[in-house]
């Protein structure tokens, strides 16, 4: 019987208590409450109210709108209604795909030996600039 119960703060909670109150794993489907997409009671009740009344909130707010308010009042009030009419852009950022560069082995033999002396003080040039002193 021990083996059943967990101690938790001080309070022996059987197994099956303890995982009723254990968050649901992330994906799990839903359960209960309003299913997606369906109105709120309240609010549909109210639309249905003011149709039966045959008063158009669309457009009794667009004349308000229209006659009550200056040009710079109007451009606030477009930007906060822009959230309910358009989605939110959100940054992206990229990021490159781990590309394997493949290395060239490249053919001194056709190099002539001038040409050699002259990429040899190249390469020491480059690595005394960079700090890399790597032998080749």
Same mark, same amino acid.
């Given at each position: 019987?021990?083996?059943?119960?967990?101690?938790?703060?001080?309070?022996?909670?059987?197994?099956?208590?303890?995982?009723?109150?254990?968050?649901?794993?992330?994906?799990?489907?839903?359960?209960?409450?309003?299913?997606?997409?369906?109105?709120?009671?309240?609010?549909?009740?109210?639309?249905?109210?003011?149709?039966?009344?045959?008063?158009?909130?669309?457009?009794?707010?667009?004349?308000?709108? /229209?006659?009550?308010?200056?040009?710079?009042?109007?451009?606030? #009030?477009?930007? *906060?209604? $822009? %959230? &309910?009419?358009?989605?939110? +852009? /959100?940054?992206?950022?990229?990021?490159?795909?781990?590309?394997? #560069?493949?290395? *060239?082995? $490249? %053919? &001194?033999?056709?190099?002539? +030996?001038?040409?050699?002396?002259?990429?040899?003080?190249?390469?020491?040039?480059?690595?005394?600039?960079?700090?890399?002193?790597?032998?080749?």
């Amino acid at each position: 019987m021990e083996s059943m119960l967990k101690e938790r703060s001080n309070v022996f909670v059987s197994k099956v208590d303890y995982n009723r109150f254990m968050a649901k794993p992330k994906g799990s489907s839903k359960t209960g409450g309003r299913s997606k997409g369906t109105p709120n009671k309240k609010s549909q009740f109210l639309c249905e109210a003011m149709e039966a009344q045959g008063i158009d909130v669309a457009g009794e707010l667009a004349s308000i709108y /229209k006659e009550s308010y200056s040009s710079t009042d109007r451009v606030q #009030i477009l930007f *906060k209604l $822009l %959230d &309910y009419c358009y989605p939110k +852009k /959100k940054s992206i950022e990229y990021v490159a795909p781990n590309e394997v #560069i493949e290395e *060239k082995k $490249l %053919d &001194y033999s056709v190099l002539t +030996k001038e040409e050699l002396q002259i990429l040899e003080k190249l390469v020491t040039k480059m690595e005394l600039a960079t700090g890399n002193l790597d032998t080749m």
